[in-house]
């Protein structure tokens, strides 16, 4: 049977959601610190190497980056577990939703030959 909810237990929930919405979240704020230093060093090396096209790199994904190509058309290379646990942690994704989310939005795309890779390690 389904719980009826009073008037004020949805402002409390409304609440405690604007709440936890507002209040930074460490994991998520360490996510992004490093993502934004990942971010900057790929930047640093396509502009060094003069490459004419931007690398890509898949947004809200850059603390899971490993590295770059050592190719002819060098991509951007993404840790997948870690971009899984980037869903779970900062989209609050279950570990179900985060692994369909990827196959379908982020692996299953492809968007060209600069198209980034996403590395899963057998252990």
């Known amino acids: 049977m389904a719980k009826k909810i009073r008037k004020n237990e949805k402002k ?12 930074p979240n460490p994991q998520v704020q360490a996510i992004e610190e490093t993502g934004t230093r990942l971010r900057k060093a790929i930047e640093d090396y396509a ?9 890509l790199c898949a947004d809200g ?3 899971a980056i490993l590295g770059v190509t ?18 779970q942690i900062r989209d609050e994704m279950t570990e179900e939703d985060a692994l369909e989310y990827m196959s ?20």
Do not use: Q
Request: charged letters at 30%; hydrophobic letters at 35%.
């Open 12 to 23: 409390t929930s409304k609440a405690k959601e604007s709440l936890r919405k507002s209040v």
């Open 104 to 123: 379908f939005n982020v692996t299953g795309a492809y968007v060209g030959p600069r198209t980034p890779l996403f590395i899963r390690f057998i252990e």
């Open 61 to 63: 994904f850059e603390a």
């Open 47 to 55: 502009d060094e190497i003069g490459e004419g096209e931007e690398m």
């Open 70 to 87: 050592e190719t002819s058309d060098p991509v951007v290379v993404y840790d997948w577990t870690e971009c899984v646990r980037i869903l």
